[in-house]
């Protein structure tokens, strides 16, 4: 293979764990000039690139806006043309609320060869780490991943009825700006108040925390936990398994109890 032919790699990144990161991404890391990626991209797997490799941040600096698809799209253009090997490094997956079709559509327009590299999403990957299965046999027959994004000023027009069946699970991603109104949609569709719900902040990673609720105390606990992005929400009934299936202690956690029992001692 050929490795400094201009191609332009949409990478999943994963959630954050650089363990979750596919044998793909990894090699695409080592061979790239270049590496575009964004803020959900992990210190522990930004830590992965090589030194000699060029690194472009693209993502949402303090106060700042994040820089506009359309300069990235020009950004990746101008790289390809220039000859390099550019991974563009997404969080979670490419192809799942990440603009990468975006991304991938200007490539195709302007000629510019590209490969698509999927990446454990955060819906996957939050809800393994949080001890939550998506699907349970009698519990859950079907699972939507759900954006609770919409623009500015506007009301979020999603399939309430379809979300509130109780035998489906929804992953809610970006759902914290828009916590109140996909909280009385669902009770309004019908969902049971008492449905067994979660949030996940900082899935995968040392800073991970899982906060359990239900449908009606999601914006109580939003509050109570200063639930921060980026999180997802999960509904239905087996977010119940969490109790049970709590396998994960994230690094910080860990260290916060060996703290504890150092001060009980
Ligand atoms: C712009 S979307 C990108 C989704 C990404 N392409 C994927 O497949 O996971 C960003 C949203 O993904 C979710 N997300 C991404 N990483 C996460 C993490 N480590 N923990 C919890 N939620 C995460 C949050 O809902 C966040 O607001």
Redesign the pocket.
Do not use: H, I, R
């Given at each position: 293979m050929n490795h400094k032919q201009a191609c332009v790699y949409l990478v999943?990144a994963g959630?954050?764990d650089p363990d979750l990161l596919t044998v793909k991404a990894q090699r695409l890391l080592r061979q790239a000039d270049v590496v575009v990626y964004d803020r959900?991209i992990s210190p522990a797997i930004l830590e992965l690139i090589p030194p000699g490799t060029s690194r472009i941040y693209v993502g949402k600096a303090a106060g700042r806006h994040s820089m506009p698809q359309e300069v990235i799209n020009e950004l990746l253009l101008n790289l390809a043309r220039k000859g390099h090997q550019v991974v563009r490094l997404?969080?979670?997956?490419?192809f799942?609320?990440?603009r990468g079709s975006e991304e991938a559509r200007y490539l195709a327009h302007h000629g510019i060869h590209f490969e698509v590299v999927p990446?454990i999403?955060?819906?996957a990957a939050?809800s393994a780490y949080a001890g939550i299965p998506l699907s349970h046999r009698g519990l859950a027959r079907s699972v939507r991943f759900v954006t609770g994004h919409c623009r500015a000023d506007q009301p979020l027009e999603l399939d309430w009825q379809g979300m509130a069946d109780p035998q489906t699970t929804l992953v809610i991603?970006?759902?914290l700006a828009n916590l109140a109104q996909i909280r009385q949609g669902l009770l309004d569709a019908g969902m049971a108040p008492d449905t067994p719900a979660a949030f996940?902040?900082?899935?995968?990673?040392p800073r991970q925390r899982r906060i359990l609720t239900t449908l009606a105390g999601l914006l109580r606990d939003q509050e109570n936990h200063d639930v921060q992005?980026?999180?997802?929400i999960i509904i239905g009934k087996v977010v119940d398994f969490a109790h049970e299936l709590n396998w994960f202690v994230p690094a910080d956690a860990a260290e916060e109890r060996v703290h504890d029992a150092q001060q009980v001692g």
């Open positions: 999943g959630p954050g959900l997404k969080g979670g997956d490419p799942v609320f990440g990446g999403t955060s819906a939050c991603y970006m759902g996940v902040e900082n899935g995968t990673t992005a980026p999180a997802l």
